[in-house]
């Protein structure tokens, strides 16, 4: 029989024929292994699972253009290549436009967008109904849906009433012979009332068109098409007065002195610009207790058909990543991409950077607690083996056994309860680990393949340490006292 056989048979026999005690100190070991490898395996799994969670709460970088430049989807596009494609969660783009629903003497924001990756980046968002999934539809803000009355299935009727390209002339300056002038003033009830005037070679008033949909029907409304006001503007200079040879058309001065004031206020342009308007049906309404409620989704398709612009104002990004990964990903789209920047919204990264730190010095602690107690009951578990056995100790010593092959059986005995436990705590603290991320997160773990042979190392050294104590109490027996019965 070799040495090797013989050491090892020597240990099964010490181990079986204490059965009782080693089985403490193997559980011991075990339990200690279990929560050690549970807990690893959950703080290593941890990023992608919090990440997951905090998704929840809404955006964590945002890309905007740079000030006189326009952001485009083309540019949004190129922007997202410097984010690796499996850390992008979602990238919902916006554009806010007002629009006006003359029907109802309404305006309001319309929030172009991408219904596909909004319920990426704003999963708290709740639908009644259902997302737009065609062109000519909108989601409607619980806010709004109840100041106009509408439900799902609804017709919108809206308009977009372009904002006039002004040169940078003031208006006084604008006033030119052949000029065309455009300007805006608030009417009746908030509505916006817009204006479009034209020169003759004097400077005069050539022509004057009236865009009053946002006014009363049956009052403000009426004026485009009233002859006797509309005349009254021909051959007129600006400024002009109401009551200096300026009549307001009756019932409706109110409208009447916005067009004027938008008049007085027009500056020249470079084209004129004609509103336009397309009827919407209503697919859901929206309810997220904050100022979504006070907007009109639309896909940024219809959007660009409104407009003829392929603009974009902000896109909201979902990334999962930590905040030292967003703040390198935002230098690294600026300065890949002229005119475009990029910024993290500290609020939810920093608060995700907290709860990982939070959960790292918990994770340690918990950890540290239990390999000491792991530690304490496998020396004090080795510690009664060696009085058990010091007789037989001092035997050996006495028929010339070395304090070195005593210290390799004990130490052996500890390596071996070391590997069983190792290999028991890896299993069940993987278990461990799932059941406590399905519980919390409503997700499975991922199993770490390093789990198992780190915890059988990280288990055998413990009871290796743990073995130290009484081992130097092994080999401190004195044979003569033990033979003497002492």
């Known amino acids: ?229 509309m005349n009254q503007f021909a051959g007129k200079t600006l400024p002009l007065t109401l009551g200096d040879g300026m009549d307001a058309l009756t019932g409706a001065t109110v409208t009447s002195a916005a067009v004027l004031e938008a008049l007085n206020s027009a500056t020249e342009v470079t084209a004129a610009l004609t509103p336009k308007t397309l009827n919407f049906t209503v697919t859901g309404i929206l309810t997220t207790g904050g100022e979504e409620e006070g907007y009109v989704f639309m896909s940024l398709e219809d959007m660009e058909n409104m407009t003829g612009e392929d603009r974009l104002d902000v896109a909201e990004l979902s990334v999962s990543a930590n905040v030292e990964k967003l703040e390198g990903y935002a230098e690294k789209i600026a300065a890949e991409n002229p005119g475009v920047r990029a910024r993290m919204v500290k609020r939810v990264a920093r608060s995700e950077a907290s709860v990982l730190e939070k959960l790292t010095a918990l994770v340690f602690l918990v950890t540290l607690v239990v390999l000491l107690l792991t530690m304490i009951c496998v020396s004090t578990t080795m510690m009664a083996v060696v009085s058990e056995r010091r007789r037989e100790i001092g035997l050996r010593k006495a028929l010339g056994a070395s304090d070195g092959s005593i210290r390799a059986e004990f130490l052996g005995e500890a390596l071996f309860l070391g590997l069983l436990g190792g290999i028991m705590g890896a299993i069940l603290g993987f278990v461990f680990a799932q059941v406590v991320s399905v519980n919390v997160f409503g997700s499975s773990i991922t199993f770490q393949p390093l789990l198992l042979p780190a915890a059988i190392l990280v288990s055998m050294a413990i009871a290796a340490t743990s073995c130290l104590m009484p081992i130097k109490r092994a080999v401190a027996i004195d044979p003569a006292l033990v033979l003497k019965g002492e």
């Open 1 to 229: 029989m070799t040495k090797r056989r013989m050491f090892l048979r020597m240990i099964t026999a010490s181990l079986l024929r204490r059965r009782s005690r080693m089985l403490i100190a193997l559980l011991s070991i075990g339990i200690g292994a279990t929560i050690l490898a549970g807990l690893v395996t959950i703080y290593v799994d941890v990023p992608r699972q919090m990440g997951a969670q905090f998704r929840s709460y809404g955006a964590n970088m945002l890309i905007l253009p740079e000030d006189g430049e326009t952001l485009t989807r083309g540019k949004l596009t190129e922007s997202l290549a410097s984010i690796p494609e499996e850390e992008l969660v979602g990238a919902a783009p916006y554009r806010y436009v007002r629009l006006d629903m003359t029907t109802r003497q309404q305006s309001f924001t319309s929030a172009a967008t991408d219904f596909g990756e909004i319920t990426k980046t704003s999963p708290y968002f709740s639908v009644e109904g259902a997302y737009p999934s065609q062109t000519r539809q909108v989601l409607v803000g619980k806010e709004i849906a109840e100041t106009i009355g509408v439900k799902i299935g609804s017709t919108m009727e809206l308009t977009y009433q372009p904002t006039a390209r002004a040169s940078n002339m003031t208006p006084e300056e604008s006033r030119v012979p052949g000029a065309t002038l455009s300007g805006s003033a608030e009417g009746f009830g908030g509505g916006i009332v817009y204006v479009t005037a034209k020169l003759d070679e004097n400077a005069a008033i050539a022509s004057v068109t009236v865009d009053a949909s946002t006014q009363t029907p049956e009052y403000g409304g009426r004026i485009p098409e009233d002859e006797a006001f």
